[in-house]
């Protein structure tokens, strides 16, 4: 059973730092891997899709990484700023599901100014 | 374009009532899902759809009833509303192997 996992569940960083956000999931049989941001009270917002067969993508301040032998993901955020404040969650699309997402539980990003 | 809409937004039930939220999608994308999300649970599969016609469960469907028989609309019924199904309760939606869109989510309270 495919199971996803985001360490730490919670993050506190000053203005201006770098970070990164991890995601490791436990069945490499995957289509691709999705990170979402999600505001208090707000929906999903899709920020990167990884294909399996790519190792990273870039969207302006953010990248995200693609290990699929290992199992794992990273979210890069650079030079964070307290608009970054939210939730990030990552979900996979594993093989032969009929095209379920599993979510992993989020990590809460603090930026302080 | 208005992308993916649920209404309503918020409601309140009590213990024994049925309702139907609404989904609807305008980017003509086969697949439709209902999560609900609770602290610390995580987001959560309530049934989805791979297109009008076909529907299935996921990994909570009970007391939860879904149809799709048009590819825009992907209406939730609750059955008997209890308070444990008080949660928030997204939609989404996507197309083979690209991004998901959500919904803004409808925050139902069950007294």
């Known amino acids: 059973k495919q199971e996803v996992t985001q360490i730490p569940a919670a993050l506190s960083v000053p203005e201006g730092e770098n970070l990164v956000l991890n995601c490791s999931f436990t069945?490499?049989?995957?289509?691709?891997l999705q990170w979402f941001r999600q505001d208090p009270g707000k929906g999903l917002t899709s920020l990167l899709l990884i294909q399996s067969s790519q190792r990273e993508q870039t969207s302006g301040r953010l990248n995200a990484s693609l290990d699929k032998s290992s199992g794992r993901s990273t979210l890069y955020i650079a030079a964070s700023q307290p608009g970054d404040s939210a939730t990030y969650l990552c979900?996979?699309?594993?093989?032969?599901?009929?095209?379920?997402?599993?979510f992993g539980q989020g990590t809460e990003l603090s930026v302080k100014p | 374009n208005a992308g993916v809409t649920q209404t309503p937004k918020f409601q309140v039930l009590k213990t024994g009532q049925s309702m139907t939220l609404q989904c609807a999608q305008d980017?003509?994308?086969?697949?439709m899902s209902w999560y609900r999300q609770d602290p610390g649970m995580g987001l959560r599969l309530i049934h989805y759809?791979?297109?009008?016609?076909?529907?299935d469960q996921g990994e909570v469907p009970n007391g939860y009833n879904v149809s799709r028989s048009t590819t825009e609309d992907f209406p939730l019924r609750l059955l008997s509303a209890a308070p444990s199904q008080t949660s928030v309760y997204f939609c989404a939606t996507r197309t083979v192997n690209t991004e998901a869109f959500f919904g803004q989510g409808t925050r139902l309270t069950v007294v």
């Open positions: 979900a996979v699309d594993p093989y032969n599901q009929g095209g379920k997402l599993i």
């Open positions: 980017m003509n994308h086969e697949y």
């Open positions: 759809s791979v297109g009008a016609g076909i529907t």
């Open positions: 069945d490499s049989a995957i289509y691709n």
